[in-house]
């Protein structure tokens, strides 16, 4: 806003100016006088309105007002020239500075360029010593990698040779186990035929005595009411041990050295039962008529076999 005023009154300073120096023209110097002194009012720097007024006064008389209006005209004046000069000298100072200004910023900008150059450069400079590192590192384990699958390969081609070899081997133990299982079921199947054999021997030669005839003669009381069955005595009892002690010694001999808790009627009880003599025949030759007692009996032995 006041710049705006400033300009205004400029604009109506010279205008009043204008007329009054045409009133000075025309002799008016009254109107003069008032026009010039009006546009001092709105601009008191305008230094041809004292100009105007000195000559208005020179050809008045008034010489004094001239000297005046001059003297103040040259004032305005030398402050304009002044003005117009410091403003010229601030101009380029104002210049000068900028372009100072602008210098240092240039020099500034150069220096950030620089830097950034420069920062670019490390930069780059790191990044290709990583990349070049991180080639060399992918290098070194693709060659470490090709010796482990060289050495995989090599353990691995050992390792065939060697399960080809056990296979082999294998092969040919199989073979020979083979052989040994077909010679050992012959065996087993010779063993399980000479026990049979021999164990049909021995209840072939207890068939052949007068003891077994008595024992099967009991066993014949098989429908008989077990009030009225004959039981053995007592002396054909120990004649029953002696004969079937003899007959079947190496029968008894094993289960004597591993049970030793078993009695002679425990031995006795077993080999009968290996002939094949009955359970009922069995219990009679004890001096029992039922089989109650000898069911006991059994349940004791199972008992002093599993100790």
Known sequence: MPIKFCKKNKIFSGYFYNIGDLYIGLGQYDSARYYLEKSLLFSPSLSMSYWSLAVMEAKLGNFKSAYHYLDTFVMVQDS??????????????????????????????????????????????????????W????????????????????????MQQ???????????????????????????QLITQLKKEKLALRTWLFQQTSIYKKVMSLSDQQQVNKKIRKVMAA??????????FEIYADYISPLQAQYSQLTEDDLLVLCLQE?????????????????????????????????
């Open 235 to 244: 002396a054909e009892l120990d004649k029953l041990k002696k004969t079937t």
């Open 162 to 188: 060697r399960i080809e070899e056990n296979e082999s081997a294998l092969a040919l133990l199989q073979d020979r186990e083979n052989q040994n299982l077909d010679e050992i079921a012959q065996k087993e």
């Open 275 to 307: 002939a094949g003599i009955s359970p009922l025949a069995i219990s009679l030759c004890f001096g029992h008529t039922d089989t109650v007692a000898l069911n006991q009996r059994k349940s004791r032995l199972k008992k002093k076999m599993s100790e």
């Open 135 to 158: 080639i060399n590192k992918k290098n070194n384990q693709q060659a470490l990698y090709r010796q482990a699958l060289q050495y995989a390969d090599e353990k691995q081609n050992v």
């Open 80 to 133: 304009l020239d002044a003005s117009e000069r410091l403003s010229e000298v601030q101009h380029i100072v104002y210049k000068n500075q900028t372009a100072l200004e602008v210098k240092d910023e240039q020099i500034k900008f150069r220096k950030v360029i620089g830097r950034i150059v420069f920062s670019a450069i490390i930069i780059c400079f790191v990044v290709a010593l990583i990349y070049q590192r």
